[in-house]
Every structure is written in structure tokens, then in C-alpha cells.
């Protein structure tokens, strides 16, 4: 394709959408989509954080919103979609960011001693969540013959690790699934999709492990996530779809 842009990776006109952004890696994605141009919509579980962040990327200068809610729940995920429309237009980027559910990871146990609830909090928020928002938005994109729907997943999903991930892992690998597919199903309306999996990241305490297992010796930073997700969202990743990006410091290589 011939790039016509200024500068690249230029995402003026464009509205996104970021789940789980109020503060962390979901934050670093909204300010580096804003920074490039984008009109991007701001949720969280917490309506607090997710409109104390808005306020303040506003004062900096930002198009930035706040559309709090639980993305888990089918009439909720409507009225996130219904707000974005209201506020700035359609949605032409859907990063689905929130995968961390309340009291994680804290709750984290053993395969042997998790109970079915414990499989469907994971499920609902990092794969039924991101079907429903997806269903919400992609007819509209390949009607505009533009859209990119990006998936902040995990390493998890790739290596096995002792920390009581499973029923984590195991929502964080289907979703990539329905990643691969949905590419190659609306991929000739110009509609891209592909992930991110996140390695160890700062916002947890990882930082020691991550100066050992690393080959760039430190943790990732909301910094980071956010320069990736503005490519996989721009015109120029347009030849670029059903991939999963390993962004972890040269943890894993292969």
C-alpha cells in the first residue's frame, strides 16, 4: 500500500475503544493512541479510575472519554458502545486490554483446587467479553472497509509456569483462536486482528524476575504496550493480521 502520511503510524479521524484502561498497561495504550491522533474511549470496571484518567490525559491535551462499566455483562458492554458512538463516532480500533479480574491475582490457586466459578470469571472477561464487544463493532468496520481489533493476552497461553494460571491461560488461548479466525473472515473488508502477549510487565511486582529471565533485563511498561498496539492499529499494519506478537524482553524466543 502507499503510505500518504506525515508521519507514520498517524491515527487522526480514528476512534478506539481500550477495555480495562483506567490506569496500567491499558492507560499507556490509551495515551500512545491519543498522542497519534485517535479519539479513544476509556473503560474500567471502576468508574472512579476510569474518569480520573479521562480528566487528566484531557488536561494534557488529549480526545479522550470515559465510559466506565463491566464488560462481562451483555447490556453493560451495549451501553459502552452506545456512549462511544455519542461521544466521538464509530469505533475503527477495539483493543480488548482488561483480562485481570477483581481480586487477581491474589486468587490465584492450583488447578486441582479451582471450582467452576473460578473457569468462568476467566472465560467471561477474556473471551466471551471480547466476542460480545466484537460482535458489537466489527459489521460496522467492513462496512467502512477499515478496522483493527487487537488482543492483549499473555505469555501465559505459550509457556507453562507453577503460579495457579490455568484457568487464566486457558481464556487467554481460546481467545487468540477466535483471533486467527476472525481474520481470515472479514481480513478482505480491511479489517485486521492480531494480539499481543505480554510478558512479565511492571504493574505487578515482576520486576526482579524480569532482570533475570529477560534478555533486555528489565520489565515491560505501559510504555511499550502502547507504541506496539499504535502500529497494529495504523493504516501501515495493514498486511498484518491473525498474529500473535510476543512482547516479553526476549523472554521467550522461539
Not at 85 to 112: C, H, W, Y
Not at 167 to 193: C, D, I, P, W
Request: proline fraction near 2%; aromatic fraction near 6%; charge should be negative.
Amino acid at each position: 500500500m502507499n503510505i500518504s502520511s506525515e508521519r507514520l503510524f498517524d491515527l487522526s479521524g480514528r476512534v478506539a475503544l481500550v477495555t480495562g484502561s483506567g490506569q496500567g498497561m491499558g492507560l499507556g495504550i490509551v495515551r500512545a493512541l491519543a498522542t497519534q491522533g485517535a479519539r479513544v474511549i476509556i473503560n474500567d470496571y471502576y468508574a472512579e479510575r476510569a474518569e480520573s484518567s479521562a480528566k487528566a490525559l484531557q488536561a494534557e491535551g488529549l480526545q479522550v472519554c470515559a465510559a466506565p462499566g463491566d464488560i462481562t455483562v451483555p447490556h453493560i458492554r451495549e451501553q459502552i458502545i452506545a456512549t462511544a458512538r455519542e461521544t466521538f463516532g464509530e469505533i475503527d480500533i477495539l483493543v480488548n486490554n482488561a483480562g485481570v479480574p477483581p481480586g487477581m491475582p491474589e486468587s490465584l490457586r492450583q488447578f486441582k483446587d479451582l471450582e467452576d466459578k473460578d473457569f468462568e470469571q476467566q472465560l467471561d472477561l477474556n473471551l466471551r467479553a471480547i466476542l460480545g464487544l466484537t460482535r458489537l463493532v466489527v459489521d460496522g468496520m467492513c462496512e467502512r472497509q477499515f478496522g483493527r481489533i487487537v488482543i492483549i493476552s499473555s505469555e501465559s497461553w505459550r509457556v507453562g509456569l507453577s503460579y495457579g494460571l490455568s484457568n487464566y491461560a486457558a481464556a487467554k488461548a481460546a481467545a487468540l483462536g477466535f483471533m486467527r479466525q476472525l481474520s481470515h473472515e472479514v481480513g478482505r473488508s480491511g479489517v485486521t486482528a492480531n494480539a499481543l502477549s505480554l510478558g512479565c510487565m511492571n504493574n505487578f511486582g515482576y520486576d526482579e524476575t524480569a532482570k533475570a529471565t529477560t534478555a533486555v533485563g528489565r520489565a515491560g511498561t505501559p510504555e511499550d504496550v502502547g507504541a506496539a498496539v499504535a502500529f497494529l492499529a495504523s493504516a501501515e499494519a495493514s498486511w498484518m493480521t491473525g498474529q500473535v506478537l510476543a512482547l516479553n524482553g526476549g523472554s521467550v524466543t522461539a
